[in-house]
């Protein structure tokens, strides 16, 4: 049983009870808990997938509501997509700005399994309405990020975007990026059965053609130096990418990543978690190349990826497990 704070396995039988509910706070069940960073659940690509072969970006957290305070306008049985942090709701983060990711506690990021319950802030989860499936709710995470990604990176018709590993957010960037006008863009990965799914979800083309959706995959072998490792990449491109997305938040892959971006372009690192990392700044700064490191559980829009799926801008349900 944990002693995670705010967080029990049963709370009918446990000799801790929580602590009753604010106005503001609802009670869930955890039917999906977060992977983030641990691997890509075959099942998440559905009919196309192979296991897993190295870290990827996964995905989020989905759960079903048990019990809501009056100020969440939720329901008992909703199902809500989750930003699964265990804030102490006590710091000055917490209390005073809401801003749950910075909370100080020690025990933000707990281990989770399915079935456990939780009480969180209304604020960390987002109602999913019917007929989003909590399979869709756990990937809610994923777009949200992807968006931000992509708002951050601002692709343009004409550029060339390279996106390294294929994982359901290296795929979404590249549909949101498709969806911005972009035809030139190249996905990467050491493993050519997920490239041939990132050719399947995309509907990528073998083609260099500049008017045609295409992607040209590459490999790049495992201890090939970062020179040499962009310059395969490139060459395989065929130009330097306007803007580089590691979607593998592998960081001896930053070096490469970064090798590949033209002067002046952008280079966005997803699943930033370590503190001290290796790379070449002051080659980025005189190439006056952008970085973006994106945090997976921080300043996520999770309301408006919702409503991109119900609007039908984005469908997950391919991502999901296949009935
Ligand atoms: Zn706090």
């Given at each position: 049983m944990s002693s995670a704070s705010g967080v029990d396995s049963d709370p009918a039988s446990s000799p801790i009870p929580f602590p009753p509910l604010k106005d503001d706070e609802v009670l869930l069940r955890l039917d999906i808990p977060s992977n983030c960073g641990a691997g890509l659940n075959?099942?998440?690509?559905?009919?196309l997938s192979n296991p897993p072969s190295h870290n990827t970006i996964g995905y989020g957290s989905a759960g079903t509501v048990l019990e809501a305070g009056p100020k969440c306008f939720l329901q008992r049985d909703d199902k809500v997509a989750i930003n699964l942090l265990t804030p102490c709701r006590r710091c000055h983060a917490c209390c005073r700005?809401?801003?749950?990711?910075?909370?100080?506690?020690?025990?933000?990021?707990t281990q989770y399994t399915p079935g456990m319950f939780i009480s969180l802030p209304r604020a960390l989860v987002a109602l999913l309405p019917p007929p989003l499936t909590l399979e869709e709710g756990s990937l809610i995470q994923v777009l949200a990020l992807a968006v931000k990604m992509v708002n951050k990176a601002d692709p343009k018709p004409g550029q060339g975007v390279i996106v390294l590993g294929v994982s359901c957010l290296g795929i979404i960037f590249c549909l949101l990026a498709r969806a911005r006008g972009v035809r030139q863009i190249m996905v990467v990965d050491r493993d050519d059965g997920r490239l041939n799914v990132a050719r399947k979800f995309v509907r990528f083309l073998e083609t260099q053609s500049a008017d045609t959706v295409a992607v040209m995959t590459c490999v790049v072998p495992e201890g090939t130096d970062a020179a040499n490792g962009a310059a395969a990449v490139v060459q395989a491109f065929g130009r330097e990418a306007d803007v580089c997305v590691?979607?593998?938040?592998?960081?001896?892959?930053m070096n490469v990543a970064s090798k590949?971006?033209?002067?002046?372009g952008v280079y966005v690192h997803a699943g930033v978690r370590e503190s001290e990392v290796s790379w070449d700044v002051l080659g980025m700064w005189r190439e006056d190349i952008t970085i973006h490191g994106e945090v997976c559980?921080?300043?996520?829009n999770y309301e408006e990826a919702v409503k991109m799926v119900m609007l039908g801008e984005v469908s997950l349900r391919e991502f999901c497990p296949q009935e």
């Open positions: 075959g099942p998440y690509l559905g009919e700005d809401k801003e749950y990711s910075k909370c100080i506690s020690k025990s933000l990021h590691n979607a593998t938040g592998e960081y001896g892959l590949t971006v033209k002067s002046g559980c921080e300043d996520l």
